[in-house]
C-alpha cells in the first residue's frame, strides 16, 4: 500500500498570504488528522477528520481550517499568515473509525512551510 | 485539555547503556499512551503503544511502563545502539486526539 502523501513539500509564502496544504490518506483509511511541528513546541494537535466532518480540533486559531472530500484526501488552510505559522505540517492517517487518538497513526513526510 | 509533560529534552548515553524518557499527564480519562520515533528529516513512527488496562509492555529492547495513579508512563530503551538516536514523542489520548509531550532528542554515542 501507499503511504501518506502530502504536497507540497516546501513552500515559502510571505504574511498575509494564504496556503492550501493537501494530505492523502493510506487507502482505506477514513480519519485524517492534522499536526503542527516546531522545534520548541514538538507536535501539536490541530484537528480531525473523519467520513468528510470535523470531528475534533485543537486549541489554534480561526485561520487554521481544513475539510475532507469523500475520497478521505484533506486539505487544510492558513489565512492571513503570520511568521510563527513556519513550521513542519504534518498529516497522519488511521484505520481507526473511533477516533486518533485510538490506535496508530500513520504519518506523511509533511509540508514544510516558511512565512517570510 | 490534556497536557503532557516530557523528560528529558536531550539525553545522550554511550552505546549499550539504557535510556530512560519519562511523561506525565494531566487528564484522568487518557487510556492511550503511544511512543514515536522521529530520525532526522523522516515521518515520525510509532514504536511502541500502551493502554490504561496494562501495567508495562515489552517489545525487544523496548519497554512502556505506565503508572495510572501517578499519571506518568516511562519509555526504557536497553542495550542502546547509535541507530536508536532519534527524537522520541511520548503522546496521552482521551480517545478523540494525541497530545504529544514535546519530544526528547537522544543521542547514542559508539
Known amino acids: 500500500k501507499a503511504g501518506v502523501t502530502q504536497t507540497p513539500r516546501y513552500l515559502i509564502k510571505t504574511r498575509g498570504q494564504q496556503v492550501t496544504l493537501s494530505c492523502s490518506p493510506i487507502?482505506?483509511?477514513?480519519?485524517v488528522s492534522w499536526y503542527q511541528q516546531t522545534p520548541g513546541q514538538g507536535l501539536q494537535f490541530l484537528f480531525e477528520?473523519?467520513?468528510?466532518?470535523?470531528?475534533n480540533k485543537g486549541n489554534f486559531p480561526g485561520r487554521f481550517s481544513g475539510r475532507q472530500f469523500s475520497n478521505s484526501r484533506s486539505e487544510m488552510n492558513v489565512s492571513t499568515l503570520e511568521l510563527g505559522d513556519s513550521a513542519l505540517y504534518l498529516c497522519a492517517s488511521s484505520p481507526s473509525g473511533q477516533g486518533a487518538g485510538t490506535g496508530e497513526l500513520f504519518f506523511g513526510e509533511g509540508s514544510r512551510l516558511t512565512v517570510l | 485539555g490534556e497536557n503532557v509533560e516530557q523528560h528529558p529534552s536531550t539525553l545522550s548515553v554511550q552505546e549499550g547503556d539504557s535510556a530512560v524518557i519519562k511523561c506525565t499527564y494531566s487528564?484522568?480519562?487518557?487510556?492511550?499512551f503511544p511512543w514515536y520515533k522521529q530520525e532526522l528529516g523522516k515521518r515520525p513512527q510509532l514504536i511502541i503503544d500502551?493502554?490504561?488496562?496494562?501495567g508495562e509492555k515489552k517489545d525487544q529492547r523496548i519497554a512502556v511502563t505506565l503508572n495510572k495513579t501517578a499519571k506518568h508512563f516511562s519509555l526504557h530503551i536497553t542495550e542502546t545502539q547509535p541507530e536508536d538516536s532519534a527524537v522520541y514523542f511520548c503522546?496521552?489520548?482521551?480517545?478523540?486526539?494525541?497530545?504529544f509531550g514535546k519530544g526528547t532528542s537522544l543521542l547514542v554515542t559508539p
Open positions: 487528564d484522568s480519562a487518557s487510556n492511550y
Open positions: 503522546a496521552a489520548s482521551p480517545g478523540y486526539a494525541l497530545n
Open positions: 477528520y473523519f467520513s468528510e466532518t470535523q470531528r
Open positions: 500502551i493502554r490504561s488496562n496494562v
Open positions: 487507502s482505506g483509511h477514513r480519519s
